[in-house]
């Protein structure tokens, strides 16, 4: 027990000596310990900034009546005329979801490459507006028909050259639509008389697409909105009318130090109509928050509104903390169940989409990027396109008179190209005319203002007019001949060195002709006899 007990003083005494080691070290190998300097503070103004872009984009589907009730969905009745109990929130009524609203949200989130929820609900929104009669609003919440999908946007340089870029999809949901309040006196609530409400937009069906914070430029979110109003119009389920309302967008932005994975404070911009503005408004932003970082300024969590006057956002109210809509599932309508059979068949009617059209356009017919951009950007300019290329006309032909002088007209008569006289088969036939050297280029132009407002075959437009081109090697010797010999002083002066004067004898036989006579061969004919020795 004794030689136990020593063992244990020992130890002690070895283990105190241990740690005094530690904290004290010899004088032989003494170790200095070092204090890691404060990391010198950045100068904000010395960074390079970069924006966080995401968007929330409200687009109101073309439905003949409102998402829970039959009211009329036309825009541009008389105020307070497309309203009934259920969208007014009369005690007693109940909502009925529109079967139609359901498929098209379905349709749209299978065209963004999202995922579809075999089961979803619909939620209580609680707050008051004084243009919602429920003072609720029926949207959706934990469970959104359709999430985690991405839409690719193609960016295109100055020289033609393609960039494409993946943007994430949060998710798509449905919800109801407030109506509208109408200001006298002042376009906005501030300045004001008094205020009227025009219930015709109340029970309008929507569907609220997020986009992840994946974009980083004006441009690419002028694009991101553009290609999904082309996906919407595409599938026919939404107008993507922004005049009209038909689709509404708001801008979440804020800008970070290149590098950094930490957001910065996001401010929200809301009342653009157009991409244009959308660009313009966050570009605008970007410079403001950037110069206000750099300057030591805080950014302020706000929500601003787009000037176009001015071409500057500013502030329309200013967010304390993020709003509690006490969401609760809406108990007056069932949860949403969507079969395997069901889906399989809406997505079986999906059309070939705009970016499958441009990647097929480019690889399988040799169109430049900017071609298949311009289109694709109408889905019945696309079609159009397509039946005349199917009809027998050379891809890049074809694009160039649809983009050239058939838009031309379009935009001057102010009409649709569905509505067009001209048939796809009977521009086919009019190129094929030119190809086969039976008119020239110049001749069709000339004949396409008729055959753009009556329609008809170009060829017996031009067997009628007597206007088939001169191809034929001997009648064209033969007229430059006589041209070459009524303009002799013409002609000593060219092969005196006045070569210019080739364009005044092509001239003179084109009159001859009245235009007839092939420009090609006449050109080659032509230089042949005058360079030929006197």
Not at 163 to 178: N, Q, Y
Request: proline share 6%.
């Amino acid at each position: 027990m004794a030689k136990a007990k020593s063992s244990k003083r020992q130890a002690a005494k070895t283990s105190k000596t241990s740690k005094a080691s530690k904290s004290t070290p010899s004088t032989s190998t003494q170790q200095v310990a070092t204090v890691a300097p404060e990391p010198t503070p950045v100068d904000p103004a010395s960074l390079t900034y970069e924006a966080v872009i995401g968007l929330e984009i409200h687009c109101q589907l073309s439905t003949e009546t409102k998402i829970f009730s039959s009211s009329s969905t036309q825009f541009g009745a008389p105020p307070n005329t497309n309203i009934d109990p259920v969208c007014l929130g009369l005690p007693g009524t109940l909502p009925v979801l529109n079967e139609k609203v359901l498929e098209y949200a379905v349709k749209a989130g299978l065209a963004l490459n999202c995922q579809i929820a075999p089961y979803s609900k619909f939620d209580r929104k609680q707050y008051f507006y004084p243009d919602l009669p429920k003072n609720y609003q029926i949207s959706q919440y934990d469970l959104p028909i359709a999430q985690h999908g991405y839409l690719e946007i193609e960016l295109v340089d100055e020289n033609g050259t393609a960039r494409r870029k993946k943007i994430g999809i949060t998710r798509l949901h449905m919800e109801e639509d407030a109506g509208k309040l109408v200001h006298a006196g002042s376009d906005r609530l501030s300045g004001s008389t008094y205020s009227l409400v025009d219930l015709n937009r109340a029970g309008v069906p929507l569907v609220e697409i997020v986009s992840e914070p994946d974009l980083r430029t004006g441009q690419e979110a002028a694009e991101y909105a553009q290609e999904l109003r082309r996906i919407l119009r595409y599938l026919g389920v939404c107008d993507g009318n922004m005049q009209e309302g038909s689709l509404r967008c708001d801008v979440n932005i804020s800008v970070r130090p290149v590098g950094s994975n930490t957001f910065g404070t996001k401010v929200e911009i809301k009342n653009m109509n157009s991409f244009s503005a959308i660009q313009r408004a966050i570009d605008y932003e970007i410079e403001r928050q950037v110069a206000a970082v750099k300057a030591g300024e805080p950014i302020v969590q706000e929500t601003r509104l787009w000037d176009e006057a001015t071409q500057q956002t500013r502030t329309m109210r200013v967010k304390e903390g993020s709003s509690d809509y006490r969401y609760f599932p809406e108990p007056d309508l069932g949860p949403i169940e969507v079969s395997a059979e069901q889906l399989a068949a809406w997505r079986a009617d999906l059309p070939e989409l705009p970016a499958q059209k441009r990647h097929r356009y480019e690889t399988e017919w040799g169109l430049p990027p900017q071609d298949a951009r311009v289109l694709t950007d109408e889905r019945a300019v696309a079609e159009y396109f397509e039946a005349t290329v199917a009809a027998g006309a050379p891809p890049k032909l074809a694009a160039n008179w649809i983009m050239g002088d058939i838009t031309a007209y379009l935009k001057e008569q102010k009409l649709a190209i569905e509505t067009l006289p001209l048939k796809p088969a009977e521009l086919a036939e009019l190129i094929q005319l030119i190809e086969a050297g039976t008119i020239s280029s110049k001749m069709a132009k000339d004949l396409l203002p008729e055959l753009l407002a009556q329609g008809g075959s170009p060829k017996a437009l031009v067997e009628k007019k007597g206007l088939s081109q001169i191809s034929d090697v001997a009648t064209l010797e033969a007229m430059i001949d006589e041209v070459l010999a009524a303009h002799p002083n013409e002609l000593e002066q060219y092969r005196a060195g006045k070569t210019k004067l080739q364009g005044f004898f092509v001239g003179q036989i084109m009159k001859k002709t009245g235009g007839r006579a092939d420009p090609k061969l006449t050109n080659q004919l032509l230089a042949k006899k005058l360079n030929a020795s006197g």
